[in-house]
C-alpha cells in the first residue's frame, strides 16, 4: 500500500483471498475472521491502520466467517482514507467448474454465496462497484452496477492460468466496453501450492476497453493509473448505450 502511495494512488486495490489461501480448504475455514469493527481482524486492522495513516482508500479481497457450517464467505471490502470500512461484498457466483486438462474447483463445498449487490461507493477515483473474480464472467451484474451509478467496477482475482490465458483480457474489456465503466482487476499471481496457481496479469482498463496499465504474470507488482471522469462522461455522452438498451424487450 505504501508503494503505491508513493507512486500516486489515491485508491489500493489488492486482490481476492489477500489474506491467505486456505490448502487443505478446512485450513480457510480455521482462519476467516469477523468483519465485526470491535474486534478486527490483525490483517484487516492493519490494511485500516495504513489506510488512515497514508490517507488513501483499499479495496480488499478476504475470508469472512459465516453462520453456515462448514463454509464462509468470499468477500470483498472497502476502506476509506479515515481506516473506516465503508462497504462490503460477498460473492455471487460461486466457481464450481471440471475442465478437462485443467482445474477441477468446487467453491460452493467450502463458501456461501452472498445474497445482495452492494451498492456503489464513492471515492477518490469515482464510484466503486464491488464485484470479485468469477463475478467477472456475468454482464448482468456489471449492468447492474453501472444502472446504480458505478464508474468504476473492480474484480479482485485469483483466476486460473488455463482459464486466465483464454479468458482473462477479453471480460475485463467486455465489461469495461458494456458498463462505459474503469474496470480496475487485482489478481493474486504465481504458486500457491502443488496443485494451484493463479494467473497473475492484473489491469486496469478504461471505458473506451483500452488497457491503461497491466502487471505482468511472473511476480508481484503495481499498475498505475489515473481514473479520468470527464473522459468516462464523454464516451457516455457521445456513445449512451444505456439510454439505448431495450429494457422493454430483454427485461420481460
Known amino acids: 500500500m505504501r508503494l503505491a502511495s508513493q507512486q500516486g494512488a489515491k485508491v489500493v486495490f489488492f486482490p481476492e483471498a489477500s489474506d491467505f489461501i486456505g490448502n487443505p480448504p478446512e ?9 465485526d469493527t470491535s474486534s478486527p481482524s490483525p490483517f484487516l486492522k492493519g490494511l485500516c491502520e495504513e489506510a488512515k495513516e497514508l490517507g488513501i482508500g483499499c479495496s480488499v479481497g478476504i475470508h469472512e466467517k459465516s453462520p453456515f457450517q462448514g463454509r464462509l464467505y468470499n468477500t470483498h471490502v472497502l476502506i476509506d482514507p479515515q481506516g473506516l470500512i465503508t462497504s462490503s461484498y460477498r460473492k455471487l457466483h460461486l466457481f ?68 486466465g490465458e483464454a479468458h482473462w483480457e477479453v471480460l475485463l474489456r467486455s465489461r469495461a466496453i ?13 504458486q500457491h501450492s502443488e496443485k494451484r496457481a493463479s494467473y497473475g496479469h492484473a489491469m486496469i482498463v478504461d471505458p473506451w476497453g483500452k488497457v ?24 457516455r455522452t457521445e456513445m449512451p448505450v444505456l439510454n439505448h438498451r431495450r429494457d422493454d424487450i430483454f427485461l420481460k
Open 27 to 35: 485450513e480457510a475455514l480455521l482462519l476467516a475472521q469477523s468483519l
Open 212 to 235: 491503461c496499465a497491466k502487471c505482468d504474470g511472473q511476480e508481484e507488482g503495481i499498475a498505475v493509473a489515473e481514473v479520468d471522469l470527464a473522459t468516462l462522461e464523454r464516451i
Open 96 to 163: 464450481d467448474v471440471d475442465i478437462a486438462h485443467g482445474p477441477r474447483l468446487i467453491e460452493s463445498n467450502t463458501t456461501a454465496p452472498g445474497d445482495i449487490v452492494a451498492p456503489p461507493v464513492s471515492t477518490a477515483v469515482g464510484k466503486i462497484g464491488l464485484g470479485i473474480c468469477y463475478d467477472l464472467r456475468f454482464p448482468e451484474m456489471a449492468l447492474k452496477l453501472r444502472r446504480m451509478g458505478a464508474e468504476v467496477l473492480t474484480y479482485p482475482s485469483a483466476f486460473t492460468v488455463k482459464t
Open 178 to 190: 458494456e458498463t462505459q465503466c474503469y474496470v480496475v482487476a487485482a489478481a493474486q499471481v504465481g
